[in-house]
Structures are given as C-alpha cells and as structure tokens.
C-alpha cells in the first residue's frame, strides 16, 4: 500500500539521514520516478523534508524533525520479541539494556499487541550452541564489542594453531559474529589490507588504544561473513574418499562428517545400490586422519576403499580394536 511506502521512505531518511533518490528506490524497490512522487505527497503533507543538488546532494529532513508515525504491525511486533537472544546479549554487556528495551516496548505496544508480543516469547525459544557443547569462555567480548561500536583499534594476544602459537596484533575490529554458538571477530591487522575472521576465545588479552579507524568504504559485515564462511568451508577439503556404504550409513552420515556439502556430494556421487542395498559413492573429506575417526564411528556400516593410505589407517584401527573383544561371546543385538 502506498502509506506503508510513504511511511518506510520516512523512516528510512529519517535513521540514516541524507539518502539519494536512486538510493530510496532500491530500498524500497520501486522506481525513481515513484520517489520523486511520494516525496512531493509528504512535502504536501507537510512533512520538512527537502533536497540539496549535486553529486554528493539527496533528500533529508530538517535538522530536529522527528516522526512518531512508529506504529508496528501485530506481525512486526511478534517478530520482535522472537529475535532476542538473552544469553549472547548477555556476553555482549546487553543483558540489562535488551531487557529495559522490551520492557519499553511492551509498554508501549497496544493490549492486543502486547498480548501477541508475549505469547510469542513464552513459546518460541531460539537457542544458538549446538549439542553436547559447553559455552566458550570469552572474557574479552565485552571489550570487543565496544572496540567495534566506537571504531576504537585494538591490541591483543591472540593464540593460533600455528607456531608461534601466541601472537600480538595490532587490529581495526569491524564486527563480531555468533555462529553456531562460537564467537567470531572480524578484523583489519595494522597494517594490512586482508580483512579476516578471527575467533574470540582465542583472544588471550585486549586492550583498547586511543587511535580510531576508519571502516573500509563499501565494508558491509553480513555478504563478507557470508562470503568468508563459503570460502572456509570449501578450504577445509583437501581429498576424497571412495567408500561402498549401506543406507543407515549414508543416515549416519550427516552427524559425522564436517558439513552439509559433504553429505550432499555423498548422495549426488552414489552409485546403483547392490543387491545388498549398499552403494559405492566419493565423499569430499579435510584431512585423512579427521576422516579415520568419522569412518571408524560408522562401524561395520561402511567400507573405505580409498584411498590406500586412509584404507590402511582405518584397517589398522579396526584390527586393534578388535583384539580387545577376540574372547567376546557373541550376543543378539537389539535394535532401538
């Protein structure tokens, strides 16, 4: 609807200030030509908003004009209350400012709103640390993230898996990232250019410098993360396996090995099934011995044919162990 529209370009000169009219286009996905008219609709309206010309020139508002046209739709206000997530705004210093933030929020929500807003968070939970995982210790994120938010450069110990082990950097802290639990910062070493993604519980000690930077022009922390991310995984395979496999090991599979992709390539590699209903397939891996230790939890469920060095490791561990148990009296196996 067209007062939704008019309300959006609003709020959006409104929290960023000065926008062009190209700009406001691709935000809101209409046309030039659309922004030019709903911005005549509010300066009718009488709204203070005015252009400046030229090249570094857009529309914005009168220094002090604030709207209080605010209102949250019952789908937005839900959606809200959804999003918080208590434990990592606690490890951020946010804990007491999320829960005085909602607290406003609520109160100033509508009855019926406030009553949605609340069903929501009584029955929908979102928890980010995956199974069987304790929480990582990150003293220092506190300190990081305050670093990032005041464009503040940093100097820190940091441990690697690489000697030597310990190092002191000097960083520009852009961002920081909760990923599947784990705490990430991202971060310019000074000097340098290569912006790289760095994890928190490996910061030794931080300590924030009086220098401030400036973040690299065009630097957006959501498409680098995602890049970076697509860029570690694929790093991380280094060789494939052949293995002939049964089907509750390509079941098995997806709780092992490193990554979706891999028990993608799995089943897209998979030959015919035999008469036993096991197949043949390649699989991506990292590194041989990792792959050892995954194909060896799959038991007698799968065979590793190659190749010949991660077959050879396999065959030995499999042999050891079977010298523990030579003496066992063979038992019925019950199926949960």
């Known amino acids: 609807m067209r007062a939704d529209r008019l309300l959006s370009l609003l709020l959006l000169v409104q929290t960023r200030g000065r926008m062009t009219a190209q700009e406001l286009a691709d935000e809101l996905e209409v046309s030039v030509r659309t922004v030019y008219r709903d911005v005549e609709a509010l300066s009718a309206a009488g709204v203070p908003l005015f252009a400046d010309r030229g090249p570094t020139g857009g529309y914005q508002l009168v220094d002090g004009y604030r709207t209080k046209l605010t209102g949250l739709t019952v789908d937005q206000a839900e959606s809200l209350f959804l999003v918080g997530l208590p434990g990592p705004a606690a490890a951020l210093g946010l804990g007491t400012e999320l829960a005085a933030a909602e607290l406003k929020l609520l109160a100033a929500l509508p009855a019926e709103l406030r009553t949605r807003a609340e069903r929501m968070r009584e029955r929908f939970h979102l928890d980010a640390p995956g199974w069987f995982r304790e929480a990582e210790d990150v003293p220092h994120l506190g300190v990081l993230a305050d670093a990032v938010w005041n464009q503040r450069r940093i100097r820190a110990r940091y441990r690697r898996w690489r000697a030597p082990r ?45 220098d401030r930077f400036a973040r690299p022009e065009g630097f957006d922390l959501a498409p680098y993360w995602q890049e970076w991310t697509r860029r570690f995984e694929a790093n991380l395979i280094t060789a494939e396996a052949e293995v002939r496999i049964s089907p509750r090991g390509l079941e098995y599979l997806q709780h092992l090995l490193g990554g979706p992709a891999m028990v993608a390539a799995a089943g897209r590699n998979a030959g ?27 038991g007698a469920e799968v065979e590793v044919l190659g190749p010949p060095e991660l077959r050879s490791l396999v065959a030995e561990a499999a042999r050891a162990a079977s010298g523990f148990y030579a003496d066992a009296t063979p038992a019925p196996v019950t199926r949960i």
């Open 166 to 210: 310990e190092v002191e950097r000097v960083w520009d802290p852009l961002g920081v990232v909760l990923k599947a639990g784990v705490w990430y910062f991202v971060a310019r070493p000074v000097p340098g250019e290569e912006i790289r993604a760095y994890k928190v519980s490996h910061l030794l000690d931080v300590s924030v410098l009086d």
């Open 272 to 298: 015919p099934p035999d008469e036993d209903g096991w197949v043949r397939t390649t699989i991506p891996i990292e590194r041989i011995r990792k792959a050892r230790a995954d194909f060896l939890a799959l």
